[in-house]
Nanobody, 123 residues
Framework: VQLQASGGGLVQTGGFLRLSCAAS????????VGWFRQAPGKEREFVVS????????YYGSSVKGRFTISRDNARNTVYLQLYSLKPEDTAVYYC?????????????????WGQGTLVTVSS
């Protein structure tokens, strides 16, 4: 499956963005999808993941309660809603997919990756 992340941009503290991860080449409903982010000079961090059906979601502790994940399998797309953004949320956000679902996932649990979209939160 090929993934294309989009929707990043510049937003003020407290603002909102919606990121999209569009899939091609396969049916996304058979994949679990995760979002990761990487800030300059830092390691890639798990943000959130969602199962193929959408019934199971795992959130990273730094975003729980502020970010939500959803999916529209008819559109082969997964969405990440970023609410109450903070400057520390500034990073390149990547979507990833795999056909296995892991609790407390790490980057190596996902075999397919999109190219990333930059989110910048100004103070």
């Amino acid at each position: 499956v090929q993934l294309q992340a989009s929707g990043g941009g510049l937003v003020q503290t407290g603002g909102f963005l919606r990121l999209s991860c569009a899939a091609s080449g396969d049916t996304l409903s058979t994949y679990n999808v995760g979002w990761f982010r990487q800030a300059p000079g830092k390691e890639r961090e798990f943000v959130v993941s969602i199962s193929g059906s959408g019934a199971v979601k795992y959130y990273g502790s730094s975003v729980k309660g502020r970010f939500t994940i959803s999916r529209d399998n008819a559109r082969n797309t997964v969405y990440l809603q970023l609410y109450s953004l903070k400057p520390e949320d500034t990073a390149v956000y990547y979507c990833a997919a795999d056909q296995k679902m892991m609790a407390d996932p790490v980057a190596s649990d996902f075999g397919s990756w999109g190219q990333g979209t930059l989110v910048t939160v100004s103070s």
